[in-house]
């Protein structure tokens, strides 16, 4: 069974950093795709950013693109996965999603296991 936890988030300033981490466990799951989305109140859900499973690849949605990271470290069935954010601004303000899919890519169908969320406040 796979199970995905997120940590990290918060609340912060605009112009604040703040790191989000995602333990993912399970059978196969460190030949997975990862990937973060966010969904702010009263909104659907959003792609963020997306990882191949060797981490030779990334994509970014375009409004975080130059302010966010992501990452991962893969260990036999476990992976740990980053998203590094700066420059945070009022608008990333939301539930931020951790997700694994068979293939990578930006559509929010093809994700199979999701976590829990985290909350990132981000005052101005």
């Known amino acids: 069974q796979v199970q995905l936890v997120e940590s990290g988030g918060g609340l912060v300033q605009a112009g604040d950093s703040l790191r989000l981490a995602c333990a993912a466990s399970?059978?196969?799951?460190?030949?997975?795709?990862m990937a973060w989305f966010r969904q702010a109140p009263g909104k659907e859900r959003a792609f963020v950013a997306a990882?191949?499973?060797?981490?030779?690849?990334?994509?970014?949605a375009d409004s975080v693109k130059g302010r966010f990271t992501i990452s991962r470290h893969n260990a036999n069935n476990m992976v740990q996965v980053y998203l590094q954010m700066n420059s945070l601004k009022p608008e990333d303000t939301a539930k931020y999603y951790c997700a694994g899919a068979p293939r990578f890519g930006a559509s929010i169908q093809q994700y199979t296991y999701w976590g829990q969320g985290a909350q990132v406040t981000v005052s101005s």
């Open positions: 399970g059978r196969s799951i460190s030949t997975h795709a």
């Open positions: 990882i191949t499973w060797s981490g030779a690849s990334k994509d970014y």
